[in-house]
């Protein structure tokens, strides 16, 4: 198998408002027509996409409804080529409905970076990472 990560999709409950909050709030690419039942986002190699929650649940396992409650162990990253852009993209974030969970802040790893949720709860950090510089196309260069 090749390794490869492709799609990341989001279970939302609201299609609409979290297809606003991406494209409108944080700018986010998308070809996504009003009443479609799928969004999908370019973001530069893997693509994001947003789907409503009972249907990816009844996908998975139509058994088994859709549950939420805090922290899930899992987060997204979006990497910003300078320090100052973090808080930048925090309060982006922040004004298109999302919640801070953590301050823009120099991190023990040497970097700098905070944490909001979406509307629907789902993590993301923030970060530039002096020691992750960016490929022309945008991907970042992992010396490990």
Known sequence: ?????????????????????????????????????????????????LYPVEHLAADIDPASPPSRGGFSGITLAHNTRSKEEVAEVLSLAEAAGGKIVKPA????????????????GHYWEVAWNPFFPFAEDGSILLSQ
């Open 1 to 49: 198998m090749e390794s490869r990560i492709t799609l990341i999709t989001l279970g939302v409950s609201d299609l609409e408002r979290s297809v606003r909050f991406y494209r409108d709030g944080l700018g986010f690419p998308t070809q996504y027509k009003d009443g479609a039942p799928v969004a999908f986002f370019s973001t530069g190699g893997v693509r994001l996409s």
């Open 105 to 120: 802040q120099d991190v023990f790893w040497g970097g700098h970076s905070g944490y909001f949720t979406d509307p629907d």
